[in-house]
């Protein structure tokens, strides 16, 4: 198996609509991975991309539509969907190319164009729902969410305070993001009068519909060290899937994101994760997912997250940060692109090239993480210097 790295990483402003069709969005972010590779599309072997259901950008067979966007004429071509662990699990799929001799060069593309589908994106999700024993109920994978928020309060005596404070600590981040959508200095207050939408899940809780996309370039050993003195390697790469029956599973905490994390941490060699990982890239459409996720990383004992966010560990400046980018409730969910920004801002932190989102201790190991399906799928990657 031949070791892969990540050379070069771009991605597009987030924002609720862009004027840029997905083809578009796909070739901007395409274009600076590229460029900061020092590399032309003639050089690519191959092109994987992840996007979620056609009904987002509201035409039908999108991983086509989007193929020339993202540079994938007359190349090898993939593209993978796993809901909204697809942003992480798109590398994944590249890197299986890599490491196997396959392909020497791959563009990694995330695309996501949510605005198209009125009135909103949550009825997109409907079909994904059981005919017979769930739809009937009119669930939403918001009502969902707030069933396991609400399950992880009580297990843990987790309060909404508690749970705010991600909120404001990824907002704030995302002021130093240059493509934020959804930057804000808020205060705890601000999250809990903001708007109910499923208790305890309210407005700011929630990360916003959004349109993007992003890309990575990954190379293998040999010609990573040709393009750049400075690679950032791929050293563990995990997936798991659990069942799609939402009311067969404790949702207090993420069994499927243990699994996908052990999977990774094997392959990277990481015994003790919380000494390990020097930063996180966690997954938080929901600002309680990112201490749900910490947990099944085992970057936190369960029930311990809550505890580590009030006492700063997870600041920027902190013993172990988490999204120091702003995340997905402060730069924004486009679903695909949100988690490949997960695994662009792995790469510029390592490299140092983060700019204000940089963490101010110095780092040497990364983890990006995504979460999809109905709750049920965690894919994780663990990126080194």
């Given at each position: ?124 999700f409907w079909s994904i729902f059981d005919p017979i024993l769930e739809r009937p109920l009119g669930v939403t994978l918001l009502w969902i969410f707030s069933l396991e928020m609400r399950r992880y309060m009580h297990v843990y005596n987790v309060s909404e305070e508690d749970i705010a404070l991600v909120a404001v600590k990824n ?134 997250a809550p505890k580590l966010t009030r006492e700063g560990v997870t600041q920027r400046d902190g013993a172990l940060p988490i999204n120091p980018s702003g995340g997905l409730l402060g730069v924004g969910n486009p679903i695909a692109a949100a988690g490949m920004m997960k695994i662009a801002e792995v790469f510029w932190q390592l ?35």
């Open positions: 198996m031949r070791r892969v790295a990540v050379v070069g990483a771009g991605m597009t402003l987030f924002r609720h609509r862009m004027l840029e069709t997905g083809k578009e969005m796909a070739f901007e972010a395409s274009r600076m991975a590229l460029d900061q590779a020092g590399l032309d599309i003639k050089d690519v072997d191959s092109v994987v991309l992840g996007s979620a259901p056609d009904a987002f950008d509201g035409v039908h067979m999108k991983g086509e539509y989007l193929l020339d966007g993202a540079g994938g004429t007359r190349k090898p071509y993939t593209r993978v969907f796993v809901g909204g662990g697809t942003g992480v699990f798109v590398p994944i799929a590249a890197w299986w190319q890599v490491a196997s001799g396959v392909a020497d060069i791959v563009l990694v593309v995330g695309e996501e164009k949510m605005s198209p589908l009125l009135p909103h994106p949550q009825y997109a907002k704030r981040n995302a002021l130093d993001h240059p493509a934020a959508q959804l930057a804000a200095n808020i205060t705890v207050d601000d999250v809990l009068k903001s708007e109910p939408i499923c208790w305890p899940v309210k407005r700011l809780d929630v990360s916003p519909t959004s349109d993007g996309a992003a890309a990575v370039v990954l190379a293998s050993e040999d010609i990573a060290r040709r393009i750049t003195d400075d690679p950032v390697w791929i050293t563990g790469v995990g997936w798991n899937v659990d069942s799609t029956y939402w009311t067969n599973r404790d949702l207090c905490y993420p069994e499927y994101l243990e699994k996908a994390a052990n999977m990774a941490y094997r392959m990277a060699h990481i015994s003790d994760p919380k000494k390990e990982i020097d930063f996180a890239e966690v997954y938080d459409p929901f600002d309680y997912k990112e201490l749900h996720h910490m947990e099944g990383l085992q970057l936190a004992r369960r029930g311990e490299r140092g090239e983060a700019g204000k989102r940089q963490v101010k201790k110095p780092v040497r190991r990364g983890l990006a993480q995504a979460w999809g399906d109905l709750m049920q799928v965690g894919t994780v990657v663990i990126m080194e210097r």
